[in-house]
């Protein structure tokens, strides 16, 4: 049907309420459209597939093997480690629907939608492969990666949104070739793997759409944040929220946290307590809440975690010495 909007996720166990969320705020802002939802896992236990499922008979649950991503299991990146192996099922997802939809969006687990996506369906993606939107605002960071990569295009994207041509997809053997960079030796340039790679095997094979169908949470400012929402008129289609302190940690208080609370409500997971990011602090963490305590004046805890940050980055600085003398 042409005015049936195909939408795919990808996830294991820890994303899977995230995308049950996310799938929600869709629903929940397009009651009138035909919307199909086509999530794969991996690693996720039964019982838990069927609490997704009670959402919505329109989702469509596809199961990947382990083998499907044992070859990524050497890819790992120390700086990036919010995310996991999950995100390379992406990469089969137009193979495995191929022959099912002509064309879908795939979104990441963190995006919540606020309208109606409708428009989607006037994107004309048939000379493309997909169609994508930019990772950064600012020239200099595009021009960065860019340099980084060795891109003859002069523009950088966003793999967590990404408008897909399956049979185009498919006749430009992309999943393979992406595979190809990432599983190759070479491999040092990736920050962001897949991200990185299908930048590279792509860069003239896209077309760029307006950031409000993915547009970043990074790209706000702490006032904005919490202003952002409340303009109906402006919000985005898609908003992704990138970075690794996701609005889903219970430590991470604010509108956003609101907003995402108030789409798990209508989800199974509504009882579920929200997880604390404490387990998953990095060094620059701690500079970044002794910044946020500082400005709420609760000075006890802005030292706390300013002690905390110094005494981790010397620490880090002392490994990097010592690894580098021996």
Not at 12 to 36: C, G, K, P, Q, R
Request: hydrophobic fraction near 35%; include cysteine; proline fraction near 3%.
């Amino acid at each position: 049907m042409n005015n049936r909007i195909n939408i795919a996720y990808c996830s294991d166990s820890n994303y899977l309420e995230h995308v049950a969320v996310s799938i929600t705020s869709i629903i929940l802002n397009n009651m009138d459209h035909n919307i199909n939802f086509h999530v794969f896992l991996y690693d996720v236990a039964p019982e838990e597939q069927h609490k997704l499922q009670k959402i919505s008979p329109s989702i469509t649950i596809y199961l990947i093997s382990t083998d499907e991503l044992n070859k990524y299991s050497d890819l790992s990146n120390n700086k990036i480690k919010h995310i996991n192996r999950s995100m390379y099922i992406r990469l089969s997802v137009p193979r495995l629907l191929h022959g099912k939809v002509d064309k879908f969006i795939y979104l990441d687990a963190d995006t919540l939608c606020f309208s109606d996506l409708s428009p989607i369906l006037n994107i004309n993606i048939d000379s493309v492969i997909c169609a994508v939107t930019p990772d950064s605002l600012e020239k200099e960071n595009m021009n960065k990666n860019q340099k980084r990569l060795e891109l003859t295009s002069q523009s950088y994207f966003n793999s967590g949104f990404l408008y897909i041509n399956v049979n185009n997809w498919m006749d430009f053997d992309t999943e393979n070739k992406t595979n190809k960079i990432l599983l190759s030796a070479e491999k040092k340039h990736l920050i962001y793997p897949d991200q990185d790679a299908l930048n590279i095997v792509l860069q003239h094979q896209v077309l760029f759409i307006d950031t409000n169908w993915n547009y970043l949470f990074t790209w706000m400012n702490d006032k904005q944040k919490e202003t952002f929402f409340y303009n109906k008129e402006s919000l985005p289609f898609i908003i992704h929220f990138t970075g690794a302190r996701k609005m889903w940690y219970q430590e991470h208080k604010g509108l956003a946290q609101d907003i995402y609370s108030f789409y798990k409500h209508f989800t199974p997971w509504a009882n579920s307590p929200l997880k604390s990011y404490k387990h998953k602090m990095r060094v620059n963490d701690y500079r970044i809440y002794a910044k946020l305590y500082f400005k709420e004046k609760q000075l006890l805890k802005c030292s706390d975690y300013f002690l905390r940050y110094i005494k981790l980055k010397l620490f880090k600085k002392l490994n990097q010495l010592f690894n580098y003398i021996i």
